[in-house]
């Protein structure tokens, strides 16, 4: 695998964190893994596999090929996600 992955992929998990509030701490959280790792996947510095890649893709209730495509990520309907859901950081649940 080439390293032409890490601008896409570790950018727009990046943007995706940023627009939705987060901080790296709890986005590592609700993926059951350390804050450090999380930002060594955001970074480039760690290679991703499929499994964290869904992960994500979950968490952030996206289709995972918008994470391997060149699709932009959706823009964020804040008062369709306020009806509809309870935001991640106050329900606490884990990504599966």
């Known amino acids: 695998m080439n390293n032409n992955w890490k601008p ?29 790792t999380y930002s060594q996947l955001e970074s480039g510095k760690t290679k991703i596999d499929i499994e964290r890649l869904h992960q994500i893709a979950v968490l952030y209730k996206i289709p ?9 990520p959706p823009p964020i309907n804040k008062e369709l996600y306020k009806k509809n859901l309870f935001p991640l950081n106050q329900r606490r649940q884990r990504v599966p």
């Open 8 to 36: 896409s992929i570790c950018q727009k998990i990046k943007d995706l964190r940023k627009k939705h509030g987060y901080s790296q701490e709890e986005v590592a959280s609700l993926l059951n893994i350390g804050q450090n």
């Open 64 to 72: 995972l090929h918008m994470l391997l495509g060149e699709l932009p």
